[in-house]
């Protein structure tokens, strides 16, 4: 299994990034996605989470501290999940991971997912 994040980078406080995490090694329709985030010498934080696609509107979550800003999408024929970064704050300067779950959304949210990714590095500075 493997999740390869990149996209990372220097923005400026206000500007726009987006991070990408593709996916291979397993059968990505079966797993929900997402984005957790982490700062050193803190705890992992959720971000974002994107269920499987079953046919319907795909169900999404965000953390309180990106709501309105951020924007998980997911493309199944790609394997690849998206993360868009509006407004960006220095507070959103941490190394971002990518992670999988097939139970869902949850165990991301809680920092169990089944597997995850490398990290990519956002730093927001002026």
């Known amino acids: 299994v493997q999740l390869q994040a990149s996209g990372g980078g220097l923005v400026q406080p206000g500007g726009y990034l987006r991070l990408s995490c593709a996916a291979s090694?397993?059968?990505?329709?079966?797993?929900?996605m997402g984005w957790s985030r982490q700062v050193p010498g803190k705890e992992r934080e959720f971000v974002a989470g994107?269920?499987?696609?079953?046919?319907?509107?795909?169900?999404?979550e965000y953390a309180d501290s990106v709501k309105g800003r951020f924007t998980i999408s997911r493309d199944d024929q790609k394997n690849t999940v998206s993360l868009e970064m509006n407004n960006l704050k220095s507070e959103d300067t941490a190394v971002y991971y990518c992670?999988?779950?097939?139970?869902?959304?949850?165990?991301?949210?809680?920092?169990?997912?089944?597997?995850w990714g490398q990290g990519t590095l956002v730093t927001v500075s002026s």
């Open positions: 090694g397993f059968t990505f329709d079966d797993y929900a």
């Open positions: 992670a999988a779950d097939i139970r869902g959304p949850e165990p991301i949210q809680s920092g169990k997912a089944d597997y």
């Open positions: 994107i269920a499987m696609t079953t046919g319907g509107p795909t169900k999404t």
